[in-house]
């Protein structure tokens, strides 16, 4: 089976740096995704590792440690937009065709 | 481009109906995928299909069924509904070769499901 761990509740105020963990336990590890969602509406991909190592896009930054089975999403410059849930997701299975969600943090981002 | 489109956004069914919740998407993806969420939580894998005629079992299938017919559709039939059954489905899809991929889910708006 699968089971990802991530904090449940984060706050940090604007302009700050913030990081959100993620540790898994999986069969067939393919890759870490991680996904933002604000209140009503639907998952949005942020990014994407299957490589051990730091991949930026933007003012967003996520990790891999393949060997730890932990991975971590950085936000930079935060801005008030950014306060909304953040999920983990691992893509694994046989084949990869599998991708199984963690139970997501809560990012507010106060003024 | 529509993207994935779910159809109704908002239901309300009486315990022991049924219903299908409809998914297409146009960008030609081979997999495609049917979650649950509940309030505050996580999303649960409840199927997934990997193309037309092939699906499997996920995280909490039970209660529910999936058909793939063609590439572009993914009904969720709800059999015999439960106020359990009360929650946000959103499909999604994705374009994954064996092993490769970018990772990404495309997500529909999702559906409100409310069993009274």
């Known amino acids: 089976g699968q089971s990802l761990e991530q904090p449940s509740e984060v706050t940090a105020v604007e302009g700050a740096i913030v990081q959100i963990n993620c540790t898994y336990q999986?069969?067939?590890?393919?890759?870490l995704s991680w996904y933002q969602q604000h209140d009503g509406g639907a998952p949005t991909f942020l990014s994407y590792?299957?490589?051990?190592g730091l991949e930026e896009t933007g003012r967003f930054s996520s990790f891999l440690s393949r060997s730890d089975s932990y991975g971590y999403l950085l936000l930079q410059e935060l801005q008030m937009k950014d306060s909304a849930s953040y999920f983990c997701?691992?893509?694994?299975?046989?084949?990869?065709?599998?991708?199984?969600f963690g139970p997501g943090t809560r990012l507010s981002v106060l003024p | 481009n529509a993207g994935v489109t779910q159809t109704p956004k908002f239901r309300i069914l009486k315990i022991g109906q049924s219903m299908t919740l409809q998914c297409a998407q146009d960008?030609?993806?081979?997999?495609m995928y049917w979650y649950r969420q509940d309030p505050g939580m996580g999303l649960k894998l409840i199927y997934y299909s990997v193309g037309a005629g092939i699906t499997d079992k996920g995280e909490v299938p039970n209660g529910y069924n999936v058909s793939r017919s063609t590439t572009e559709d993914f009904p969720l039939r709800l059999e015999l509904a439960a106020p359990s059954q009360t929650s946000v489905y959103f499909c999604?899809?994705?374009?994954?070769?064996?092993?490769?991929?970018?990772?990404?889910?495309?997500f529909g708006e999702g559906s409100r499901l409310t069993v009274l």
């Open positions: 997701a691992v893509r694994g299975g046989t084949y990869g065709q599998n991708f199984v």
């Open positions: 960008m030609n993806h081979n997999y």
């Open positions: 999986t069969s067939g590890f393919y890759g």
């Open positions: 999604a899809s994705s374009y994954t070769t064996r092993g490769l991929g970018t990772g990404e889910l495309f």
């Open positions: 590792n299957a490589l051990d």
